[in-house]
């Protein structure tokens, strides 16, 4: 939807600055680009003040405003807070749109959004690799689909390994869709390319219906957000919940997980799809101990990689990260579980002795 479809919500923003801490826990801060950076541009209120400027004609697209919007990680925290539901993150990414439209884009946008366009994947590596992580063949034609995602493909295969061996154990048939998965197109709307994703959107849907699935189970909520209410018929799951279901069911049998872990509700899980209790029912059901970090659930703290900011600006993405490690460690707890490759991937650039563990991996772990 164009930034002018928005004009009403960018218009209710009252920019009290609420969206800049949470509701308990003494008021913690909550939204990164505003505790790092520290100007009222760099925050919610201010990204919406901006927005109305640029409507009205009185603020020019320029390098400089372009560089400023790309701190939001859409965590999307703010519209949990907001009394006014101003959906501050499609805002944001609707305005990038506007500046790259005007020519100013970030170096690191522009070499991820052309690796995804050569390469499906945001991370200049081969098409032909997206599958190296496979130890052994897997159908490419089945009623349940386990969408991989480029993360996990090329980042993080420890994930896409841990998924497989869980839902052999549980007795699912299931398959991959091989080289005809592509990305979700979600990285290219973060870095206000919506006419690229598009494609990649249209190509992963056809190849979904093409498979026969009935059933696509996800391990990325990126990817889970992106293409979940554009399968029509097709069910979609993220992992946590698929394999929540498993477990109720009695479909897996499960030791005992020994040690205190601490969970990181992942952005896209938690503020976007409101995916709090799967997690944590899996955790229960493997007997770990958890205790929670002082924000957690729909006041938890972003891991830093979301919007794009992991791609153009990869130190601030890791210093995000590093609040989140340091409120882990006053936990006391012996691992930190994720459910999101990208926030495995930027934690684990952050964490010095703490374990990062993806809960797919965990369960993996703990089959009999």
């Known amino acids: 939807?164009?930034?002018?479809?928005?004009?009403?919500?960018?218009?209710?923003?009252?920019?009290?600055?609420?969206?800049?801490?949470?509701?308990?826990?003494?008021?913690?801060?909550?939204?990164?680009?505003?505790?790092?950076?520290?100007?009222?541009?760099?925050?919610?209120?201010?990204?919406?003040?901006?927005?109305?400027?640029?409507?009205?004609?009185?603020l020019k697209p320029s390098q400089k405003l372009a560089e400023i919007i790309s701190t939001c990680t859409t965590c999307g925290f703010c519209g949990e807070i907001c009394g006014n539901s101003v959906p501050a993150p499609k805002i944001v990414d609707e305005f990038k749109a506007e500046l790259v439209k005007a020519g100013f884009v970030l170096p690191g946008h522009k070499e991820a959004t052309d690796s995804i366009t050569k390469n499906y994947n945001p991370y200049g590596k081969s098409h032909e690799k997206r599958g190296a992580w496979m130890k052994e063949h897997l159908p490419t034609r089945t009623e349940v689909v386990y969408f991989v995602g480029c993360t996990t493909a090329y980042r993080r295969p420890e994930i896409a390994k841990a998924v497989v061996k869980v839902l052999k154990a549980a007795g699912v048939n299931f398959g991959v869709m091989g080289p005809e998965e592509w990305c979700c197109g979600e990285p290219l709307v973060r870095m206000g390319r919506p006419d690229l994703a598009d494609k990649m959107i249209e190509h992963d849907i056809e190849a979904v219906k093409a498979a026969g699935a009935k059933t696509v189970?996800?391990?990325?909520?990126?990817?889970?957000?992106?293409?979940?209410?554009?399968?029509?018929?097709?069910?979609?799951?993220?992992?946590?919940?698929?394999?929540?279901?498993?477990?109720?069911?009695?479909?897996?049998?499960?030791?005992?997980?020994?040690?205190?872990?601490?969970?990181?509700?992942?952005?896209?899980?938690g503020h976007h799809t409101k995916l709090y209790d799967p997690p944590r029912e899996i955790l229960k059901a493997v007997g770990a101990e958890l205790v929670e970090m002082s924000r957690n659930q729909m006041d938890a703290w972003c891991c830093g990689a979301g919007g794009g900011v992991q791609f153009a600006y990869p130190d601030y993405a890791v210093w995000t990260a590093t609040q989140r490690i340091e409120e882990a460690k006053k936990t006391e707890a012996e691992t930190l579980i994720t459910a999101c490759p990208h926030c495995k991937e930027?934690?684990?650039?952050?964490?010095?002795?703490?374990?990062?563990?993806?809960?797919?991996e965990l369960i993996a772990k703990a089959i009999e």
Not at 238 to 251: G, I, P, S
């Open 1 to 58: 939807m164009p930034l002018k479809d928005y004009r009403l919500n960018i218009y209710d923003c009252p920019k009290t600055g609420t969206c800049t801490t949470t509701r308990a826990y003494n008021w913690l801060p909550s939204c990164p680009p505003f505790e790092r950076f520290l100007f009222e541009s760099y925050f919610a209120g201010g990204f919406m003040f901006m927005a109305r400027q640029f409507l009205e004609g009185r």
């Open 217 to 269: 189970v996800f391990s990325c909520p990126h990817c889970y957000t992106t293409l979940k209410d554009k399968l029509g018929n097709v069910e979609s799951f993220h992992v946590t919940q698929y394999l929540d279901n498993l477990l109720k069911a009695r479909k897996l049998r499960l030791k005992k997980t020994e040690g205190k872990v601490t969970y990181h509700d992942s952005c896209y899980l």
């Open 346 to 360: 930027n934690l684990a650039k952050a964490a010095e002795k703490l374990n990062i563990v993806d809960i797919t």
